[in-house]
Every structure is written in C-alpha cells, then in structure tokens.
C-alpha cells in the first residue's frame, strides 16, 4: 500500500509530460526561406547555375535538423513567389508590401532573406577558360582550377512579415583547408547544380568550394538559430 503514493506520483508526470510535449511543438516559430541573392558576385562558372537556390536549400536543411523553427516547404514558397511575379531583383531586400503578401499567403510570422557576397577564389580573380589565378589552367569540365583556396561569404536577415522589422542579421564566411579544384565535375547538369555537381551531394562537398559553402552555411544557421528567443511564435 506504501507504493500507491509514489505511482500516482508517476502518472502525474507522465501526464505532465506529454501534455509539455505537443506545447514545446507549437512554440516553435514558422519561418520561410527565399532564394538567395548574387548578383554580386562574379559569374566565373559555365551554365546558368543558381547558386542562390542551392545555398538556401542547404539552410533549410540544416534549420530543419536543427528543430528550433518550422520551415515551409519550398516549393510552397515559389508557387506563391510566382503567383506575385517576384521578382529576382528583389531577393535581398524585397519591399515590406512583398513581405507582408509573402507572409499572409504561406502564413508564417517570419521570412528569411540574404545573398552570397563570394563564391570562389579568395582574390575573385576567376574566369572560365583560363585567366585566373594567376593564368592557372582549369580543371575537369573548365569549371575549376588546381591552384588557390575558395572562399564562400553569405549574409542572412530574418523579417516579421507584420511589421517588416529586421529580427535578426546573420553572417558567415569561410574558406578552404586546403588548396585543389574549386568543383569536382563540368559541364551540364540540373536546376541548383553547379557543373553537374549538386550543391547537397557529396561531389560537391569533397570540392574544396564545397567545403567553404558547408561551413559558411553553418555559421549562417548557428547564428539564425541564436536569435530565436527574440522571436514571437505564431
């Protein structure tokens, strides 16, 4: 009879618990993230790759793994950019009207914007067939060079959709460990590749500009995650 106590004790916070569990799910805030700008930077690979894309995807996975925040689906996201006629021109710093619609529609509380401000070489002096690095030639597919180290900088900010109030600025910027090819592949390839070589495939991680987009990416994420206690959940 002396254990009844402590087992109704138990149950309580069995009870306890998974009421707490659905709740911490809810308090998570939802947020959206929109392609990347770069229109900064030089257009040193071949075909037209959008790197702003690629570089976002691969937020939103490591926001997703993350748990902190909600994250739209974005193919969502670009049925209703196209509905709007957004345009890429307005990437970076869409107008607090555009946010708002953006908001409203996919009803999510808070949108991420940014741009790639490096892709490359650390010195930018990049072309595609020869003339860079110091006239190096370049690698497999004219998509690299076998000299120099790459480097990757992205900036991201954090928007209410109800008030166009910036929540939060995130930087990062990386580069190489080591010198090599910027890509491991050329020519042709898919939406959101780089000559052949996906930005979320290991290909593309191996490649030392893969490399300093990986730990850019993170920096990026760390610090967007950070800013989560300034945040209203909705």
Avoid: C
Wanted: hydrophobic share 40%; proline share 2%; aromatic share 6%.
């Amino acid at each position: 009879m002396r254990k009844w106590p402590f087992a109704i004790v138990g149950l309580s916070l069995l009870g306890m618990l998974a009421l707490a569990a659905p709740a911490a799910a809810q308090s998570r805030p939802t947020v959206a993230l929109m392609d990347f700008d770069f229109g900064t930077v030089q257009h040193w690979w071949s075909g037209n790759w959008d790197i702003g894309k690629g570089i976002a995807d691969l937020i939103v996975d490591e926001l997703v793994n993350d748990g902190t925040y909600r994250v739209i689906e974005r193919k969502k996201l670009g049925a209703i950019l196209a509905e709007q006629n957004f345009s890429n021109s307005d990437r970076a710093d869409p107008s607090a009207a555009s946010v708002a619609q953006i908001g409203k529609a996919l009803g999510v509380k808070y949108i991420i914007v940014g741009s790639i401000t490096k892709f490359g070489t650390e010195d930018k002096k990049v072309g595609v067939g020869g003339g860079g690095w110091g006239g190096g030639k370049f690698g497999i597919g004219k998509v690299g060079t076998s000299k120099g180290k790459a480097t990757v900088a992205i900036t991201a900010r954090m928007i209410d959709t109800s008030t166009g109030e910036i929540m939060a600025s995130a930087k990062g910027e990386a580069t190489s460990s080591r010198s090599g090819l910027l890509l491991g592949g050329g020519g042709g390839g898919a939406a959101g590749a780089i000559g052949a070589v996906e930005m979320g495939s290991s290909d593309f991680r191996d490649s030392i500009l893969g490399e300093a987009t990986e730990k850019a990416v993170q920096l990026v994420t760390e610090k967007l995650v950070g800013a989560r206690g300034r945040l209203d959940v909705k």
